[in-house]
């Protein structure tokens, strides 16, 4: 029997720990079966090699934290969408704070116009717009002209929105 797919519904994130889990059991079996090499390379440097694993397990545990942050994110969102009647006795979302408060605890308070969503999505444009920028500052490649922007055009330009 096959089962109603809601395009809208946000995925449960349990799926990118078992992604995470089952990539980090895979990659585990190298220092198993390159055991001999590692302890070699390893006593060359100690303090070095100490750093890099500690800054290695450090990345995955904050990996770990983030995923596990979004499922509180996407069962409001969803309990939000469906207009969930137990949504006060979901926890309130921490990272989609601010949006709950300016769209309301249910459909029914939110005073939104579409102009007032319009601007909010523009912010929210923006911002990623500016991350991005800031990403290319920090790369360095910000001094880099934009790739075949000449030849494109008029078609780089109705891309940007201009």
């Known amino acids: ?5 809601d395009p809208y519904k946000l995925s449960n994130p349990q799926i990118y720990l078992w992604r995470i889990l089952i990539f980090l059991a895979l990659v585990s ?7 001999r090499q590692i ?22 545990v904050l990996a770990f934290i983030q995923v596990i ?35 309301g605890n ?9 102009q007032v969503m319009r601007s909010i999505m523009d912010s929210i444009g923006t911002r990623l717009d500016e991350a991005r920028e800031l990403g290319h500052y920090l790369t360095g490649l ?14 780089a330009d109705r891309q940007r929105g201009g």
């Open 29 to 35: 079996f190298i220092p198993i079966i390159l055991y």
């Open 39 to 60: 302890a070699t390379t390893f006593a060359s440097n100690p303090f070095l090699n100490s750093i890099i694993i500690l800054v290695g397990v450090l990345g995955i």
């Open 69 to 103: 942050r979004l499922f509180r994110e996407v069962n409001w969102v969803n309990g939000f969408r469906l207009g969930d009647p137990g949504l006060e006795v979901h926890r309130p979302p921490v990272l989609l704070a601010p949006m709950s408060v300016l769209l």
């Open 106 to 114: 249910r459909i029914g308070e939110t005073a939104i116009t579409p």
């Open 142 to 155: 910000s001094g880099l002209p934009r790739p075949a922007r000449h030849l494109l055009g008029p078609v």
């Open 1 to 5: 029997m096959a089962r109603d797919l």
